[in-house]
């Protein structure tokens, strides 16, 4: 895809993701997830898993960024959880459950993932992986490898 477009798309979203109603916030939080390997995403994406307004805006955010199975999102919710409050962390790890409670290879992938951030250079992203791998470690998925 074009680069100007996917800028475009960031910087709308990011508009959004200022708004008033929670409920852009939260399409904007799940929109966004969705180019969080953009630098210009990043910003707004904590911000938004931090929503100061709406902890439904932090779950769907979460969620969104922890669908991508990836380095890029468990780093950015990492980064989050570091500094969030308990109410905050509460709802990460609810949406942690939701992600990752189906299969163990996800799980599995998400754990090994954490372990690597959790020697990241950033305190905070190192901090929150740790915390975010507590919250993996504990998940019984229910479906495993046969």
Known sequence: MD????????VALGELARG?????RADAGHGLAG?????????PL???????GDT?????TAEGLL???????????????AVADDQHADW???????????????????????????GEADEGVARGARRLHESLAEIDPVLRPA
Do not use: K, Y
């Open 92 to 118: 990460i790890h609810t949406a942690v459950v939701d992600v990752f409670g189906v299969f163990s290879n996800d799980v599995d992938e998400a754990l090994r993932l954490c372990e690597e951030l959790s």
């Open 46 to 52: 904590l911000g938004l898993v931090l929503d100061p």
């Open 35 to 43: 180019f969080a390997e953009m630098q210009e995403a990043v910003g």
């Open 56 to 60: 439904f805006v932090t779950r769907r």
């Open 67 to 81: 669908r991508r199975r990836d380095r890029v999102g468990l780093g950015i919710v990492a980064s989050a959880l």
């Open 3 to 10: 680069g100007d477009l996917r800028r475009a798309v960031v």
């Open 20 to 24: 008033d109603d929670w409920r852009d």
